[in-house]
């Protein structure tokens, strides 16, 4: 029994430290435990939930449907007649929980395209009907640039095998039902159930210098990463950080040290990601290793850009002239978008322009979330700085003179880009 008061204090403190260390340990479990969500159709959903309810870091795999409208969800009425040739008919799928710390989403997504054959429209062998179609519902902008990144590789890799053109659609996540109790961890239950094999043989771990041609780097800007044969943790980190984000109008290219045939490159590839920017197939900036955003971004802004009017306002805080040319051709463009010239990351929308006839592009507001704002204090005035939020370059300023008491956002006009609407 704790007497006095000195007891006491001690152990009021060693509580506290218990506890700090616990909600700490607690809180890290919750960190490392990244769970992710993606819904895969690739025919029958029996042999695709057992596929991938061996990968490690796989957390749950349900069976169910999934991509359609005006037809129940149930195993009833997708195979009925009346539906199998229904474009709006649901698809068999499974539902894949991860961690993403533990596998990634690119690495489920090949194995997706490795255990079927997406070039087959709605069936997959002798399973017939659009319950049977290829599909992938993403549940984010990010996973959406992960499938059709991961697809165009594969495309390449079929078309190297002599196979047709994959038939997989990527579309966004609506909704997903379970499919009833006797079809989950059917083939667990029933080891000698059906299960056909329709891959391809094609496979993403089987590449060599002849999977991958190059002949469409040979010409024009490209950006392209070199990565691990195997698993590499800082590429994924680079692929999560960057190049998962990055909406830019140079392609990025991704290959290992042995698909570099026909390039010319002079920074060694032992270190992975190795970052290339490529000019007409010859190296013109490298960069060994991770690439943090701000780096990648700098290599991005003297490769795109060189020594430019656009160069000194994005990294050296520079201002266009008055009515320069890029203002001249973007006052009055279509409806559309103004995007950041490096990262394509929307930033400014012509429902929010306005003439406000000081020479710069002027608008009332900026996208949610695309730039941020930072004191200015330069040459003697004080001034609102804005920024990028996805590449970090300079933009211009926000001032509070706008029409009907509204900001005025001036910008550089040398910095962006314009997409119209519908593109």
Not at 276 to 287: A, Q
Request: aromatic share 12%.
């Amino acid at each position: 029994m704790i007497g006095n008061p000195y007891e006491l204090f001690r152990w009021f403190i060693f509580s506290l430290v218990i506890w700090f260390v616990t909600a700490v340990q607690a809180d890290d479990s919750r960190s490392t435990n990244h769970s992710e969500k993606i819904v895969l159709g690739a025919g029958c959903f029996w042999g695709v939930e057992k596929a991938f309810e061996k990968i490690p870091g796989v957390i749950d795999v349900i069976s169910g449907y999934s991509g359609g409208k005006g037809v129940e969800a149930s195993y009833e009425a997708i195979t009925a007649m009346a539906n199998r040739l229904n474009p709006q008919n649901h698809a068999e799928v499974v539902e894949v929980t991860f961690n993403s710390d533990q596998v990634g989403l690119e690495r489920l997504i090949q194995l997706f395209f490795e255990l079927h054959d997406p070039t087959q429209l709605n069936r997959q062998g002798n399973d017939v009907g659009t319950q049977y179609r290829s599909i992938i519902l993403v549940r984010s902008d990010d996973q959406k640039k992960i499938a059709q990144r991961t697809l165009a590789d594969y495309q390449l890799l079929l078309s190297k095998a002599g196979h047709g053109t994959i038939k997989t659609t990527i579309t966004d996540f609506d909704s997903f039902v379970a499919a009833e109790p006797y079809h989950q961890d059917y083939l667990a239950k029933n080891p000698d159930g059906y299960c056909p094999d329709h891959s391809t043989g094609v496979t993403f771990g089987k590449r060599s210098t002849t999977d991958i041609a190059n002949d469409n780097l040979m010409t024009g800007l490209h950006i392209l990463v070199v990565e691990a044969q195997g698993y590499c943790p800082y590429c994924e980190k680079f692929r999560s950080d960057v190049t998962h984000k990055y909406s830019g109008s140079i392609p990025i290219s991704y290959r290992t040290s042995s698909q570099l045939v026909g390039l010319t490159i002079s920074t060694p590839t032992w270190a992975t990601p190795t970052v290339i920017f490529l000019r007409d197939g010859k190296e013109e900036i490298g960069f060994r290793g991770y690439m943090s955003p701000s780096a990648f971004y700098n290599a991005l802004g003297f490769f795109k850009l060189g020594d430019s009017d656009a160069y000194d306002v994005a990294f050296r805080d520079g201002t266009d002239p008055r009515f320069c040319q890029e203002y001249e051709v973007f006052k009055n463009t279509p409806e559309g978008t103004f995007i950041d010239k490096l990262s394509g990351a929307p930033l400014f929308d012509t429902s929010d322009r306005f003439n406000s006839k000081t020479g710069w592009l002027s608008f009332t507001k900026a996208i949610d979330g695309a730039v941020y704002r930072k004191p200015d204090y330069r040459y003697g005035m004080k001034r609102i700085e804005i920024r990028s939020v996805s590449s970090d370059i300079h933009l211009g300023h926000v001032f509070p003179d706008g029409p009907d008491g509204r900001p005025r956002y001036c910008v550089n006009a040398t910095v962006l880009e314009f997409v119209p609407s519908g593109i």
